[in-house]
């Protein structure tokens, strides 16, 4: 599996950016969170938008956390496609290009007069890609067009998701995408299970036919939904959407006063975290729950 070509990586100990190595399976566990950019960001702009919420997290997870001793890590891969001045929404012919984003880049392109997502196929490599590089993940944030895709790792990494996938080629062969051959390889060979949880801010539902097995059935994986009251950008019907695509059990939807952005403010920064603790506690106590009740030989 190819690299990314771009990928931003950043623990509580160290911070490096270029090409990321394997993960040292020998080094102590740390709590890994893959954080997806939106539309016309990258990734190393994604991390300096989030820096409130990256110091709560690390506040939260220091190097000395009882489950995580290695404290924790922030995957900030950058999408594969580079976007054109054309390719960016308020940008016109007559425009001045120097006035483009120098480094905006895409999980896909929205296919012109249609729902269908050009290169999504490349975005989930890329992305399939970062996760085994850093030897796994156990959660992921999103904003945006990344808050969608961050849903779709989510669906993807869930047990017998292919089995949908593969149903959806039988009713709709000419549309329905076939699931990725990357995650099946980060299931068998990184041993790569569900997440423990996701956050999505500003996230939306793809309502392309094609995507239907992303959705059904409905993603179990923990979601908390952050939405804007005032995001022009993305509306709150799209979001809800995507809450509604979600288990009743697993989603919690939270609202701020502001637009298009990831609030950075410490009550929502708060919010996120609590989230973050809830999912890994519950996650916690369901594992020795189980482990309580397994038969013993004697």
Known sequence: ?????????????????????????????????????????????????????????????????????????????????????????????TSDPALAPPDAYGWWKRETGGARYVGIEKGLDTIASCIESAGGIDGVIGFSQGACCAAFVASLLEPNRESAFALQRVKNP???????????????EIQQGPLKFAISYS??????????????????????????????????????KLVDACEEGSREVCYHPGGHFVPMGKEYGNVAVGFILKCLEDGKKKKEESVEDMDVPF
């Open 203 to 240: 996230g939306f539902y793809a309502p392309y036919e094609g995507y239907t097995a992303f959705y059904e059935p409905k993603i179990r994986t923990r979601i908390l939904h952050v939405i804007g009251s005032l995001d022009s950008v993305v509306e709150e019907e799209r979001s809800m």
């Open 1 to 93: 599996m190819n690299l990314p070509a771009k990928f931003f990586n950043m623990s509580a100990t160290s911070a490096s950016n270029g090409t990321s190595t394997p993960s040292d399976t020998s080094s102590p566990r740390k709590l890994k969170i893959l954080m997806l950019h939106g539309y016309t960001q990258s990734g190393p702009n994604f991390n300096s938008k989030t820096k409130a919420l990256t110091k709560l997290l690390n506040k939260h997870f220091p190097p000395t956390h009882p489950s995580y001793p290695g404290g924790i890590q922030l995957l900030y891969p950058t999408a594969p496609i580079l976007l054109l001045p054309a390719d960016i929404p308020g940008f016109s012919p």
């Open 174 to 188: 000419e549309t329905a995408l076939p699931y990725p051959a990357s995650f099946t390889r980060l299931k068998n």
